[in-house]
């Protein structure tokens, strides 16, 4: 019998289109989401949400902040595209924090859950009679998971900054190395551009909550155990700080302090953005022969010298690096994207170095991205049909997994969804009580 390639074997098993045939990893777990004005908490909670947990997401009556924010004040039925895009699999449900009543109706849901995510200021919580020391009380099994910008202690962690994404990028230290280098000599008056650079997406409070997520299963894991519940605590700045990478080994040992450089990289030649006829692509050789067979590519292993490079060391000096870029680009601007593409994989074929090859990659924008052949054959952009929002297209099978893959079985839910049916299914709540609780500014 003839052995089936790998690539169908796997296929035929962790294709996303088969998800909702097999079973969630976390769906005997219920996580009280009560994030608020905090991307970061919402991201966590949806990571939880696609590998099956019953995530109750709890807003105040208004709703959370989060719906409104969205590119040029855009709703679609209703809803921010950036919410619209993290309140997938969640039910969606109100409770007013601030009336002591509802801070019962909270214990009591709290007493069921396993996880319960917040982000109020360091206290808040306590304030309300809400902490992990008393909810522990009520339920020692309980995971609570606290995201804040500069952490529950700390000398600033009672300040009232906000955890707003480009403040946690602006403390990580991150963004001050991001950005085009200011000339030598110059100030920022005459080159405005050669500012520190945010991120694009709201990366900062990705990076905390995918951080927290993983603490959650850790927590869960230590919990199996032990049978203990623990607190957990993330500050959004210091996770974003941790990617640093060896930026604070180098100041740590040599005092040296990572300046910005562009589209360059500090650590390395050959590592950057280029420009293009049509665009710009990313190249990479960060072995010596890789950039040989670069020069090579381009026809300069006469004229460059290529053959006679012995280490790669020397080109990562700053003033090397500049000098090599201008004539690097200019060579890559007579091409195009897909012209660069190809003769790099040529050149890995048919070079005097093959199968040595430069790392070429096109620099893609969102509609190049979402029609890419490989990412719709993985499922990525594939559209879900929700029953509130039509089809929308969200990025979803971000795992690929044979036994329990995540999935998305709904894009989002209005504010106070599911009041009706959460309340009903953990507190024995029917309609009279709903509606007095509304009546009384509490759901």
Same mark, same amino acid.
């Given at each position: ?81 950036? *919410? ?7 039910? #969606? ?64 962690? #009672? ?61 869960? #894991? ?198 009706? #049916?959460? *309340?009903?299914? *953990? ?17």
């Amino acid at each position: 019998m003839e052995e089936q390639a790998w690539a169908d074997w796997i296929r035929e098993r962790d294709d996303p289109k088969i998800a909702r045939t097999k079973p969630e990893a976390l769906d005997d777990i219920t996580v009280l989401d009560l994030s608020y004005k905090s991307f970061a908490g919402c991201y966590c909670s949806s990571m939880l949400a696609e590998f099956g947990a019953e995530v109750l997401r709890v807003e105040p009556p208004e709703g959370d902040f989060l719906r409104t924010c969205t590119p040029y004040g855009i709703l679609y039925k209703g809803e921010g595209l950036n *919410y619209l895009s993290e309140g997938r699999n969640k039910f #969606h449900i109100t409770l007013n924090l601030e009336k002591p009543e509802a801070r019962g109706i909270l214990k009591g849901l709290a007493a069921q859950a396993d996880v319960l995510i917040e982000t109020f200021r360091p206290g808040v919580m306590d304030e309300w009679g809400l902490g992990y020391e008393e909810l522990s009380k009520i339920n020692p099994r309980l995971i609570f998971a606290s995201i804040t910008a500069l952490g529950q202690f700390g000398p600033m962690s #009672h300040s009232r900054m906000a955890d707003y994404d480009n403040i946690i990028q602006a403390r990580s230290a991150n963004q001050y190395d991001t950005g085009e280098m200011l000339p030598e000599g110059k100030t920022y008056d005459e080159c405005p551009w050669a500012v520190p650079t945010k991120a694009g997406p709201w990366i900062g409070w990705v990076v905390s909550g995918t951080f927290m997520a993983v603490g959650i299963l850790a927590a869960l #894991h230590w919990r199996e155990m032990t049978g203990e519940g623990q607190a957990l605590d993330i500050a959004s700045a210091e996770s974003y700080a941790s990617l640093e990478d060896w930026a604070s080994v180098w100041y740590q040992g040599a005092g040296v302090i990572n300046e910005r450089f562009g589209n360059l990289n500090t650590g390395g030649w050959l590592y950057c953005f280029a420009p293009t006829k049509d665009g710009a692509v990313f190249l990479g050789g960060l072995r010596l022969e890789m950039w040989q067979a670069f020069a090579d590519m381009l026809g300069k292993w006469d004229e460059w010298g290529a053959a006679n490079w012995t280490d790669l060391a020397a080109f990562s000096e700053k003033e090397e690096q500049l000098k090599w870029a201008e004539l690097v680009f200019a060579e890559t601007r007579k091409y195009t994207n897909e012209e660069l593409v190809s003769m790099a994989v040529e050149y890995g074929q048919k070079g005097r170095l093959a199968p040595i090859t430069p790392v070429v990659a096109p620099v893609c924008s969102p509609d190049e991205t979402m029609r890419d052949a490989n990412w719709l054959d993985r499922g990525i952009f594939t559209p879900v049909e929700d029953p509130v929002y039509g089809e929308v297209t969200v990025a979803q099978a971000q795992y690929k997994m044979t036994e329990t893959p995540a999935r998305t079985k709904w894009v989002c839910r209005p504010v106070g969804y599911d009041n009706e #049916h959460i *309340y009903l299914k *953990y507190m024995g709540f029917g309609p009279r009580k709903l509606k007095k609780l509304k009546e009384a500014g509490i759901i």
